[in-house]
C-alpha cells in the first residue's frame, strides 16, 4: 500500500511511526510502579492560603545560591549552597546588621542536611560524598560513604538524638544525584519511578557502627529527632507524608504515619520551639504544591515511562510557590506560612530561634530570616 502512497505522505507516515517507536519502546532509566495518589487538600483550613513568608528579610550568601540546608549554633547561623560551599554568618555580626555570609568550607559535592552535635561540631549529609563532618579548624573528614558495601546514592539530612546517635536519610538506591550532576534532577526522576527504595540510616560515633532502622519510602527526605529521644520523624517526599519511627520505649522499632495527605511536597525537617503550651514545633518546607498531573499518572506507569522520554523542558517539575508548615509530635498542624507570588520560592525548611526563622530555599539567592515577633509566634 505504502508504495501507491505519494512520496512526502510516506516520508511522513515513516516519521510518524518512527516517533511512535520511540516514544513506546526507547530504553529509559525509569521503571515505574503504580501506586494510588490521594485527592489533595485544598488550600483552605490548616493550609488556607496567606502572605506570611512574604515579609522576609535576606541574607546575603555571598554569590552563593540555593541554601537548601540551615543550622544554627550560639556563634553562627550555617547554610549548605548548590555550589558545594557552606556559608556561614556570625550571630554577633548579624545583630549588628552585617547581613554578608562568609565563604567557609566548600565540600566538593552538593551539601544538604547540616546538623550540630552534642560536641558543638557541624556534620554535613552531601548528596554526592555522603556524612561529612567538620572540625572547628574547618577540616572536612569523611564519617559515612557506604553501606554494606555500596556507595550512598543520595544522604539527603540528617539529625542527631538524645542516645547520641546520627540517624540520617538516604532518599534513593536507585539514582545517584553526583550521577546525574544535580541533586533536583535525580530528585525528579527518583518520584517518577516511585521505586520506594529511600531509607533511614543509624551512625553511632562512639562505635563506629552503621546499621539499617527503615526503609521502603518514596524519596525519604527530611529527619528531625524528639528532645527527648523517643522517636524520629522522617519526611516521604514521594508520598505526601510525615512518618514517626520509635527509637526508645515500648513502641522502639515501630513506625506510624503521623500526617499524610499533605498538600505539597515536604522536604526538610527541623526541630523547632516549644510553644507556649508546651508543645515543640517540628518545621517542614514544602519544594512545591503537588501537581495534578503528577497525581493523574500515578496509576499509569507506563505513561510516566513515556513522559521521561519527553525533552526535559517539558517534563512535571516543581512550582514556585512559598510554603512551610509547622507540626506537633501529634500531626496537629501549629503553623502555616506561604508566599503565593514566591518571592522565595522553592522553600525547603525552617531553622527556629528564640527571635527568627530562617526559611532555606533549593534555588534561592538569599537565605530568608523572618521576626517571629512580627508572625506572632
Wanted: aromatic share 12%; net charge negative.
Amino acid at each position: 500500500m505504502l508504495r501507491f502512497m505519494p512520496h512526502p505522505y510516506r516520508t511522513v507516515l515513516f516519521l510518524f511511526f518512527l516517533f511512535m517507536a520511540y516514544f513506546l519502546f526507547w530504553p529509559v532509566a525509569v521503571e515505574p510502579r503504580a501506586w494510588e495518589a490521594p485527592k489533595a487538600p485544598e488550600y483552605a483550613g490548616d493550609y488556607g492560603v496567606n502572605k506570611h513568608l512574604a515579609d522576609f528579610e535576606a541574607l546575603s550568601l555571598s554569590g552563593q545560591r540555593g541554601p537548601e540546608g540551615v543550622a544554627v549554633s550560639e556563634h553562627y547561623v550555617y547554610a549548605a549552597t548548590e555550589a558545594g560551599w557552606i556559608v556561614r554568618w556570625s550571630t554577633a555580626e548579624l545583630a549588628g546588621g552585617n547581613l554578608q555570609a562568609q565563604l567557609w568550607v566548600n565540600t566538593q559535592g552538593r551539601p544538604l542536611g547540616l546538623a550540630l552535635a552534642p560536641n558543638g561540631e557541624l556534620w554535613v549529609a552531601d548528596a554526592y560524598l555522603g556524612i561529612l563532618r567538620v572540625d572547628e579548624g574547618g577540616a572536612l573528614h569523611k564519617v559515612v560513604e557506604t553501606f554494606e558495601g555500596k556507595p550512598l546514592l543520595y544522604a539527603n539530612d540528617l539529625t542527631f538524638a538524645a542516645n547520641g546517635r546520627l540517624y540520617f536519610t538516604d532518599s534513593t538506591t536507585r539514582f545517584s544525584a553526583k550521577a546525574f550532576g544535580s541533586t533536583y534532577k535525580a530528585s525528579l526522576i527518583d518520584l517518577m519511578e516511585h521505586g520506594s527504595t529511600g531509607r533511614v540510616l543509624e551512625f553511632d560515633p562512639a562505635s563506629g557502627e552503621l546499621r539499617h532502622v527503615f526503609g521502603g519510602l518514596s524519596f525519604a527526605n527530611g529527619i528531625a529527632a524528639d528532645p527527648e529521644g523517643r522517636f524520629i520523624l522522617v519526611n516521604e517526599t514521594g508520598e505526601y507524608r510525615v512518618w514517626k519511627h520509635w527509637i526508645a520505649g515500648a513502641k522502639v522499632g515501630q513506625s506510624e504515619i503521623l500526617l499524610d495527605n499533605l498538600p505539597g511536597f515536604p522536604d526538610n525537617l527541623y526541630v523547632g520551639e516549644a510553644t507556649s503550651s508546651g508543645q515543640v514545633r517540628y518545621w517542614l518546607g514544602f519544594t512545591s504544591p503537588r501537581l495534578s498531573l503528577v497525581d493523574a499518572m500515578a496509576d499509569k506507569p507506563w505513561l510516566r515511562k513515556i513522559v521521561q522520554r519527553l525533552p526535559s523542558f517539558v517534563r512535571p517539575k516543581a512550582k514556585y510557590y512559598g510554603h512551610v508548615l509547622a507540626i506537633s509530635a501529634q500531626g496537629e498542624v501549629l503553623e502555616n506560612l506561604q508566599d503565593p507570588s514566591a518571592g522565595y520560592p522553592l522553600t525547603t525548611g525552617v531553622a527556629e530561634t528564640s527571635d527568627h526563622l530562617y526559611v532555606s530555599s533549593l534555588v534561592a539567592p538569599v537565605l530568608a530570616r523572618l521576626d517571629k515577633a512580627a508572625l506572632g509566634l
